[in-house]
């Protein structure tokens, strides 16, 4: 007999919850979603059409309420939230998954996985980015061994947004987990380490230029491996042209890939996992690998968002490891607060 469907509840029907979490949670047969919190009633209208098989409530309080019948909370809301709703989840008895960044601290980050382990639950981080598909292609090459030694690593998540379009993102400071570095820092430098182990900060540039004293939105970030491999990580909401995605400069071959992974498009238009083209990149962006006029393309593999959630699934219902130990969240964690304390 298949084991019951392991039910979810999702606190935050935003760009995280609508695209991300609640289609692939209900896309996996060993899922089922069973609540949906969010305030906002145009969001509820949506979440409630989309799914309706769902429960869409107002507020955490009345989600926890319902605790004695859901295995997991999902948390995908405001980062000064993810702390607390996490924390409140896990006291009710839950599992808990919670989206970058973890918490707005380290120690808050730490907090959860106190909580978690005392009370033997599975946490986890929804690092999603390990599943880009370009990401995926540049791991294969590095334990390949297709660069040789490898001396740099460059990586960049950068967009043209000259309006800060959420109010919560205008005001919310390093403090409350806003700003750029909070929001894309947690991206790339997770991909460093897993790329190429522990690290400390060295150099940092933490600017903002779209609000007079307001959250960073324009930030450069040093990094040396204790490899020896050098990290150099962009993050920029105000970049007309975005540079390359990645680089990577080897003592034998550097590898340049630009575009960024469309799986967040698909899940926005409504593609889905297992249909035909999910993860698949234009092959006008595959990265270039080699030496100079000798570099050739390199196939992108398909990203595969899905098997987080499928990981996750092994945890929860066979005791294997969680996709994302959420102490490699914490140690990124400690990496920002380090940059917003000057280093």
């Not at 919850?17 to 089922?32: E, K, N, Q, T, W």
């Not at 380490?193 to 324009?218: I, S, W, Y």
């Not at 297992?274 to 990265?287: H, K, R």
């Amino acid at each position: 007999m298949s084991a019951p469907p392991i039910r979810t509840v999702l606190f935050g029907y935003g760009l995280g919850g609508r695209v991300f979490h609640a289609p692939l949670i209900a896309r996996d047969p060993r899922y089922s979603l069973d609540v949906i919190v969010t305030a906002d009633p145009v969001r509820a209208a949506t979440a409630a059409a989309a799914y309706p098989a769902a429960v869409v409530v107002p507020t955490a309080e009345a989600a926890l309420q319902r605790a004695g019948s859901l295995d997991l909370a999902v948390v995908s809301t405001p980062p000064a939230t993810h702390g607390p709703i996490a924390l409140k989840a896990l006291e009710s008895g839950l599992a808990a998954v919670v989206d970058k960044p973890f918490a707005h601290s380290a120690q808050a980050a730490a907090d959860l996985i106190a909580a978690a382990k005392s009370r033997g639950l599975v946490l986890s981080v929804f690092q999603n980015r390990r599943w880009d598909g370009d990401f995926l292609t540049l791991r294969r090459l590095v334990e390949q061994g297709a660069f040789g030694t490898v001396s740099r690593f460059e990586s960049r998540m950068e967009s043209y947004k000259p309006v800060v379009a959420k109010e919560w993102k205008r005001k919310a400071g390093a403090d409350d987990g806003g700003g750029i570095l909070f929001d894309l820092g947690p991206h790339l430098i997770d991909q460093a380490l897993a790329l190429f182990g522990p690290a400390e900060p060295v150099h940092a540039e933490v600017r903002a230029r779209r609000v007079a004293q307001g959250p960073d939105d324009d930030v450069f970030v040093a990094l040396r491996h204790d490899s020896g491999v050098m990290s150099h990580l962009w993050m920029n909401s105000l970049a007309p042209q975005p540079g390359e995605r990645f680089r990577v400069v080897g003592s034998e071959a550097s590898w340049v890939k630009s575009g960024m992974d469309p799986q967040e498009g698909q899940l926005d238009a409504g593609l889905l996992p297992g249909d035909p083209g999910y993860g698949a990149e234009d092959p006008a962006l595959w990265g270039l690998l080699g030496t100079g006029a000798d570099a050739a393309a390199v196939p992108t593999e398909a990203g595969r968002y899905q098997d987080y959630y499928s990981g996750l699934a092994g945890a929860l219902l066979h005791g294997s490891a969680v996709p994302v130990d959420p102490a490699d969240s914490l140690r990124g964690l400690e990496i920002i607060q380090r940059i917003h304390a000057g280093l």
